[in-house]
């Protein structure tokens, strides 16, 4: 059977749908039946230029990893989930025996297959293929374009709650107002944060982050001529220290950066806001799909 139509990149700038055959699935495999997915970065990067890093597209892939769907058909094995659910995507399958794995780091397995990142394909086609475990259940509160935004959504809560070490009462500033940036911010919230700093270039992204998550926010200054990027970036920091009186130390301190938009000067930025013994997480979104590193500012 190949009633499966497949939204194909074929080179640089240059997509199709396309018929491709429904996949056939083993004991412990379900197939899904595709209905909403979530545009990445990442897709658009390819798109644009047709590799991320050493990940490089040599063979049409299909798009898409941040998905929700309807279980179409289970494996004789299977027992999670049934014909008929409704169910939010996990991605990323791993080989589950390697270190990473057993040790519950199961994003750092070197052998992961990961939707949409060369040479598999990802989830925007009508059916996908995948372990069943990875397929989880939606409870009747949310809704299918709920459980496509759970995949980016994991990410903010892995960047904030278990790399950050979050907690209530702390203050948090995030650089990039995009879709991880806010749910970044909207993860801080839900912890009880006491601050929650937007920082970005863009004033409708700014005001947009207001309204949804973030308490302040902050529009860095234009570069001086001439004025290098350390330069500029210990400016900025000092800038916004001054104008939302935020301290080295104490309670006034930020607790926590996150910088999820990958601009240099923003990194550079975010080691001179953190306060001293603070934590600054970079969200890595575009070249290791959505993950993250901690790193501790004594």
């Known amino acids: 059977m190949s009633d ?4 194909v990149l074929r080179a640089i700038e240059d997509v199709a749908i396309e018929q491709r055959p429904i996949p056939e699935i083993s004991d412990t495999e379900v197939l899904i039946e595709v209905k909403k997915t979530g545009i ?13 890093g050493d990940f490089i597209v040599n063979n049409p892939m299909v798009l898409g990893h941040e998905s929700a769907g309807i279980v179409h058909k289970v494996g004789s094995k299977v027992k999670n989930v049934q014909v008929g659910d409704r169910v939010a995507l996990e991605p990323g399958a791993t080989c589950r025996i390697c270190e990473a794995c057993k040790s519950g780091r199961y994003e750092l397995c070197p052998d992961i297959i990961f939707a949409a990142t060369p040479p598999y394909d990802g989830t925007l086609a009508r059916y996908y293929r995948m372990p069943a475990d990875l397929a989880y259940p939606l409870p009747e509160g949310l809704s299918l374009e709920d459980g496509a935004m759970m995949e ?5 809560v892995h960047s904030v709650s278990t790399l950050g070490n979050f907690r209530t009462n702390q203050s948090i500033v995030v650089f990039g107002c995009g879709p991880v940036g806010l749910l970044c911010m909207a993860v801080a919230r839900a912890l009880g944060a006491k601050r929650v700093i937007a920082v970005d270039i863009v004033p409708a992204r700014l005001e947009f982050a207001k309204q949804y998550a973030a308490t302040d926010a902050f529009l860095p200054p234009k570069p001086n001529d001439g004025e290098s990027k350390p330069d500029y970036s210990r400016r900025n920091a000092a800038t916004l220290k001054e104008q939302l009186g935020v301290e080295d130390r104490g309670s006034k301190g930020i607790d926590l950066v996150i910088d999820a938009s990958g601009a240099e000067v923003s990194i550079q930025t975010g080691f001179f806001v953190v306060k001293s013994g603070g934590t600054f997480v970079q969200v890595l979104s575009l070249i290791m799909h959505n ?4 790193l501790s500012v004594t």
């Open 40 to 52: 990445c970065g990442s897709d658009v990067h390819y798109l644009v230029h047709g590799r991320i």
């Open 4 to 7: 499966n139509p497949s939204f």
């Open 152 to 156: 980016p959504l994991s990410v903010g």
């Open 291 to 294: 993950r993250a590193i901690r």
